[in-house]
């Protein structure tokens, strides 16, 4: 179509000027020179187009409806995919909720939520408008006409005036029945109604130019529809109005959060589109019952913030960026260093303030949008997501109201920051000798200043002399690692840059402070043991010592962990085992589920029971059991285990008993039985004994034999058919084991099953496996059903 078209400009067009003709009546021998160019197509679709009237005898025969029906409209909205503008069709739930709206809103605009109360349309402004997250607007149509040329996979919606035009055609066409009516535009473009189920659309010719299509391909017409039922669109279901649960979905490393390079935007549409297709499979009695509505999932987008003009992190690493394998540098930048970014106290306080209050912000919004709503929350984190949500839960306050999340929120987590004599002192528990130090007017800062011998004549004992000092130098040095210099190695001194008024660092190369250096590192490594972590009395937990860990503003029910380092961190740390008697302050559940082929998974049970060897729970596919390659494979694995172990056994024991001289076993003596006599009757029939042994291990020797082949398909055969009927037998086997109470005592790893494709190189879809997650209907379904197991509602496996 030409640019200035309404369909793809999305212009008002003037009305057409409406020509009542009969194609077929034209003289034969008009001069070329008076045909116009709508009169060539006409011409040339008549004679060679095969979508021409000649073509469509048969359907013009059929009698046009008897009275005209008012076409249905069914609104669209835009979304750009791939550097191309994509019509989508609202639910028909949205649709009439949105005709309703204009019928009745007047001249003032009037705000409808649609797709589940994330999106909202302003009718009169014909925009859809996101609400949770950052998107720019979108257009919205009204449609009721549509087209399609030959190289396009879907019916485009025209513009509102343009398919109000066409309306009004069809109805005086319809009305007065009298087809074959010809619509000029003043743009060139020509719409012939042939009959009411043929009606084509025809384009200008253009200049010939050798660089563009031949005129045949120009001029090739266009096919148009009437009302979304009469062509081929996806209508989505609705989404039920009650929201049982609302889960928070924290991003990984990057912008992108899949293969194909999406937004965590678009991965957590899909993850929900498959929960809510799960809904209607697995939970259909539920559903009936009015026990079950859905799920909400909502995204949590962090890397924006980190790299955004606030923090110039960006610009700074550019700067010293090098300008060879200038894509691959960027994607390192942009990608890859978040996790040096986590590391980083400064960059690490930045992601967990924007993660915390991001989700504190979505929280409250949604409260506010859905007031009746009564659920619970959980959250997700992929990658470092999964990191920063486990450091910030196991740094949460366990106040039970909002009051005591508030004064969380402010009080500083670690004793070394505190800005009072007295506080510092009643932490230390010698609140006894404030008097002492505010008799001579010493604060806080004063006291810092303060050496051993400053102390003994202000007259404190030695013990708490010790405190106060050792105080004294972790708040010096935790101050200096909060400006960025706790991190210098020996032989390097931050000294203030002369050329600037700003008191940050610079770092300048020298053997002055090297002693204080070494005490600095000695300190430092000293702090970073964890490993011996209190989990009572410890304040910052086992996260990142010089963080201060915001508060949320909500409980999470459950903690869902995709292809999560977190287990690699804890131990590069210094953990090497959790207490099994540990759980998060404010939520009781923890999930850590993997691919068996992720290269950035790490498992969470052998830190807590490190003296058994357990297996990972084995996540059921979502149509059931096992997949088909994983069954065929443990049964051969096991029957070849069987066959050297069990059978050579069997053989090797079987041909011992027949070679040697068997050694008949002592009868118990009878009552009133002397062994004298026992061994008198046993000497006197020996040969005979002998004998019957060596003819009764000969018939065990044929009968296993004979009866092997028989016990060998008993074994496996029928043994894999009693698996498969109780599939769960293995999996209750398994949760029956105790790994502590990170989980409430069940278990914690869990992991998905690879694809049969997937198993024949696990190197070639190692990276994909880590980005598998937001498409697995197995992982939203076990996320369903841990939430709806703790709301009663059973679980059901469609028949297949």
């Known amino acids: 179509m030409?640019?200035?078209?309404?369909?793809?400009?999305?212009?008002?067009?003037?009305?057409?000027?409406?020509?009542?003709?009969?194609?077929s009546d034209r003289p034969a021998h008009t001069p070329l020179d008076r045909i116009t160019p709508v009169e060539q197509v006409s011409g040339v679709v008549e004679e060679t187009?095969?979508?021409?009237?000649?073509?469509?005898?048969?359907?013009?025969?059929?009698?046009?409806?008897?009275?005209?029906?008012?076409?249905?409209?069914?609104?669209?909205?835009?979304?750009?995919?791939?550097?191309?503008?994509?019509?989508?069709?609202?639910?028909?739930?949205?649709s009439e909720r949105l005709e309703q709206a204009l019928s009745t809103a007047g001249e003032e605009e009037v705000v409808v939520a649609v797709e589940g109360e994330r999106y909202d349309v302003r009718v009169r402004e014909r925009q859809r408008y996101a609400v949770y997250w950052?998107?720019?607007?979108?257009?919205?149509?009204?449609?009721?006409?549509?087209?399609?040329?030959?190289?396009?996979?879907?019916?485009?919606?025209?513009p509102e005036e343009f398919s109000t035009n066409l309306e009004e055609a069809y109805m005086i066409a319809v009305t007065l029945d009298e087809w074959k009516r010809k619509l000029d535009f003043p743009s060139g473009e020509t719409v012939i109604l042939h009959n009411p189920k043929l009606i084509m659309q025809y384009q200008p010719i253009t200049l010939q130019d050798e660089w563009v299509s031949s005129p045949s391909e120009q001029t090739r017409p266009r096919t148009v529809k009437r009302g979304v039922d009469n062509i081929t669109a996806e209508i989505p279901d609705g989404e039920p109005e009650t929201i049982d649960h609302l889960v928070f979905m924290v991003h990984g490393i990057g912008p992108a959060c899949d293969i194909r390079?999406?937004?965590?935007?678009?991965?957590?549409?899909?993850?929900?589109?498959?929960?809510?297709?799960?809904?209607?499979?697995?939970?259909?009695?539920?559903?009936?019952?009015?026990?079950?509505?859905?799920?909400?999932f909502l995204p949590v987008n962090w890397h924006s913030a980190l790299h955004g003009d606030a923090t110039g992190v960006d610009e700074d690493i550019q700067r010293i960026t090098l300008p060879s394998i200038s894509r691959l540098r960027?994607?390192?930048?942009?990608?890859?260093?978040?996790?040096?970014?986590?590391?980083?106290?400064?960059?690490?306080?930045t992601i967990v303030d924007t993660v915390a209050s991001e989700v504190n912000k979505l929280h409250s919004l949604f409260k506010h949008r859905h007031p009746e709503f009564?659920?619970?929350?959980?959250?997700?984190?992929?990658?470092?997501?999964?990191?920063?949500?486990?450091?910030?839960?196991?740094?949460?306050?366990?106040?039970?109201?909002?009051?005591?999340?508030?004064?969380?929120?402010?009080?500083?987590?670690?004793?070394?920051?505190?800005?009072?004599?007295?506080?510092?002192?009643?932490?230390?528990?010698?609140?006894?000798?404030?008097?002492?130090?505010?008799?001579?007017?010493?604060?806080?800062?004063?006291?810092?200043?303060?050496?051993?011998t400053d102390l003994t004549e202000l007259g404190i004992p030695l013990g708490p002399r010790k405190k106060i000092l050792s105080f004294i130098r972790k708040r010096h040095f935790l101050q200096e690692g909060r400006q960025g210099t706790v991190l210098l190695a020996p032989g390097l001194q931050a000294l203030p840059d002369p050329s600037e008024d700003s008191p940050s660092p610079t770092v300048s190369f020298g053997n002055q402070s090297s002693e204080a250096s070494a005490r600095r590192q000695q300190f430092l490594r000293a702090q970073s043991i964890t490993s011996a972590v209190d989990y009572e009395y410890f304040d910052v937990g086992i996260g990142q010592v010089s963080i201060n860990y915001p508060q949320l503003a909500f409980h999470p029910q459950t903690f869902f962990a995709f292809g999560s380092p977190i287990g690699m961190f804890l131990t590069v740390r210094?953990?090497?085992?959790?207490?099994?008697?540990?759980?998060?302050?404010?939520?009781?559940?923890?999930?850590?589920?993997?691919?068996?082929?992720?290269?950035?998974?790490?498992?969470?049970?052998?830190?807590?029971?490190s003296e058994s060897d357990l297996e990972p729970m084995l996540i059921p596919h979502h149509k059931g059991r096992k997949r088909m390659h994983l069954e065929l494979k443990e049964s051969l694995t096991r029957m070849s285990t069987d066959l050297k172990n069990n059978v050579l056994g069997s053989f090797r024991t079987a041909w011992q008993s027949l070679v040697r001289m068997p050694v008949a076993a002592l009868p118990p003596v009878e009552d009133g039985e002397t062994t004298a006599e026992r061994s008198l009757q046993e000497t006197e029939t020996p040969a005979a004994a002998c004998a019957a042994v060596r003819e009764k291990s000969k018939a065990d020797l044929w009968t296993k034999i004979l009866e092997w082949p028989k016990a060998l398909h008993l074994h496996y055969f029928q043994g894999v058919h009693e698996e498969v009927e109780s599939p769960g037998s293995a999996e209750d086997k398994g949760r029956q084991v105790k790994v502590g109470m990170l989980n409430g005592g069940r278990r914690i790893d869990y992991v998905l099953q690879e694809a049969p494709i997937e198993s024949f190189n696990e190197y070639l879809f190692a990276i994909q496996s880590h980005l598998c997650y937001w498409e697995s209907e197995d992982t939203a379904l076990l996320l369903l059903k841990e939430i709806y197991d703790k709301l009663g509602v059973a679980f059901e496996q469609p028949q297949q």
């Open 2 to 23: 030409s640019e200035g078209l309404g369909p793809e400009g999305g212009h008002s067009q003037p009305a057409p000027t409406i020509t009542v003709q009969d194609l």
């Open 49 to 94: 187009s095969p979508s021409s009237t000649s073509s469509f005898e048969l359907v013009d025969m059929e009698p046009a409806p008897p009275l005209y029906q008012p076409v249905q409209p069914h609104w669209f909205y835009c979304r750009r995919v791939d550097s191309k503008d994509v019509w989508l069709p609202f639910s028909r739930e949205d």
């Open 134 to 158: 950052e998107q720019g607007p979108s257009e919205v149509r009204r449609c009721t006409w549509f087209y399609k040329g030959d190289k396009d996979t879907r019916y485009m919606p025209y």
């Open 261 to 296: 390079f999406r937004s965590i935007i678009q991965c957590v549409n899909d993850f929900r589109s498959a929960s809510l297709s799960l809904l209607g499979s697995h939970y259909r009695r539920g559903q009936e019952e009015g026990r079950v509505g859905r799920v909400e």
């Open 330 to 349: 960027h994607f390192t930048n942009d990608t890859l260093l978040d996790l040096f970014f986590y590391n980083s106290p400064t960059y690490c306080q």
């Open 374 to 452: 009564t659920g619970a929350v959980s959250v997700v984190g992929h990658s470092l997501g999964s990191l920063i949500l486990f450091d910030l839960l196991t740094n949460q306050k366990t106040g039970s109201g909002e009051a005591d999340r508030d004064e969380g929120r402010n009080r500083d987590p670690c004793p070394l920051t505190c800005d009072a004599l007295e506080q510092a002192l009643c932490r230390m528990g010698l609140q006894e000798h404030l008097a002492t130090l505010q008799s001579v007017d010493l604060d806080l800062d004063s006291l810092a200043m303060c050496d051993e």
């Open 574 to 609: 210094g953990l090497k085992r959790i207490d099994p008697n540990y759980t998060f302050p404010t939520c009781k559940n923890f999930y850590n589920i993997y691919h068996p082929f992720d290269p950035v998974a790490y498992r969470i049970e052998p830190m807590i029971v």
